[in-house]
């Protein structure tokens, strides 16, 4: 596939804010039961949410870049019954909305106590807000990454391997950030947030070698012979019917050599998972921020090479039409 | 339930695009609006076309055979592009079975051309909705037009009749019985769409003829040849005169 720079955006961006928010409610709910100390509501949890905040209105920019009709795309919600995409279109503004109103109910200090346990376990107004928040986020993961896996022809995308993948990725990337942002506003949770950064990136480490490796080993279901239903064993395209390009040839091949797509996979794998993690622990040794600020940039540009090889790598059937100019 | 179709015969096909040139005049003439045709005499001309016409040879030299392959949406009896689409811009017709595109409540968001194994829907890079072979339905049920032009303009204008055109759920229907009795299949059924349309195969003429068609079995001249008086046995003349 042609990989848009509207949707690689888009989903790196989301990701990011999914991930910051769930971070900070994840702080939020382990100071509840008195696991971690709690923070500013002010500066931490209001401010990390409006960061949160920041980054998926900022990709909801992006994918409106993609739209041919930008205008009209209030009616992408309507077909949520079949279409993965309508149910993105429902789930974002629902978290945007969710996570707005975590963000203010901390910035105000709307935060009653709704119930206390005999351990002193406190349950606030602001927590129930973040549980579905939270929730909410876990939803549009399983939208984003459904609108590929649910696409059967792409079969690089029809694994639950691309759904998880969304998943731990976009989570990582914001414990990445989370930990840079503890780290000016909260420096009692850096430790914290970094043991969690550690152990979601070996895990989407995990995951995304393994899509890696069963896409290296894909067995295309079709082939020169189903598209034409032809039963020859030498197919050969002279004409596609058209000297000059269409959409066919524009929006589903990334034009690009396959020297280009070995190189771009052996650099987001090394920016995307050790070299952020190196630059993590080197910051939170020598006590420097904008070193772990800087590992969240590189993760951030790792991302966007993933992203954009996710795309590419996936091969459309249609292909299979159009090969030979003639 | 009517599925109006079209079948493609491969046998008779000579590529010639004039489908491909009536459907764009036809379908960018239409109240529909334009299809949009950039540089269309320069040096990379692109629009948006429903049909095109390719050209694959098959076998390897000199054993080869030139198959021109028409191309358009298949009208699938299970779309996959359908359910992906987030507006509901893209259906399929209750009463006849063709999958078409409202342009006025498309978003443009291409979702629905990666649904289609076929590449049959485009994007009008003018209009920015997506854009598909309507089967000329404003030709089918246009009481204007006489009853015998009341079909795709592809299949006016083919020259060899290559293309049919009626309901694939009719089992009496042309396009019933040719698929039938002429091995009509679908493309990549491997995806379990159930394509509308159909493609017939090429179709061999060869001449059988049993040696029996060459020589007579009842030639008078074999049964002469059949009583010829045994060699004589011992000298001849032949054997001692040099003539």
New interface residues.
Partial sequence: ?HPAFSVVFLTTLIGVGQGLFLAVFTGQSYSAVELLPTEDSVMFYGTGAMIALGFLVAGLIASVF?????E??W?????WR?????RE?IALPAVMGLVFIYAIMHYFGWDTVIFTSSTGARLQATLVVGTLGAVATFALFLCTGM?YA?????QEWATPLTVINYLLLGTMSGFTLAVAFASYTAPDLVGFFAVWTTIITVAAFITRMASLIRNNNIKY??SMQ?????R?S???????????????TR??FHHKTLMFMKNIKWIFILLVFPIPLFFMWMGINSGNSNVMLTAFIIQYIGLLAERWFFFAQAN????L??QTV? | MTQLALVIDLNVCVGCHACVTSCKEWNTSGPAGTMCDDNPYGESPTGTFFNRVQTYEVGVFPNTETVHFPKSCLHCEDPPCVPVCPTGASYKRENDGIVLVDYDKCIGCRYCSWACPYGVREIDEHEKVMKKCTLCVDRLYDESLPEAERKPACVMACPTSARLYGDVHDPESEVSVAIRENGGYALMPEWGTKPSNHYLPRRKTRLHIHEDELQRADNPLTKEQREHAAPVEGPILDDTTSW
């Fill in positions: 596939m993609h739209l041919g009709r930008p009209r795309a009616r992408a919600a309507t077909r079949t279409s993965w995409l309508s279109v609108i649910a696409v059967k022809f792409l279901k079709s189903t598209a034409l239903g032809i020859h030498q197919i050969q395209q002279k004409s596609m019917g058209f000297m000059g390009g269409s959409v066919n929006d589903f459309h059937p249609q292909n039409y159009y003639g």
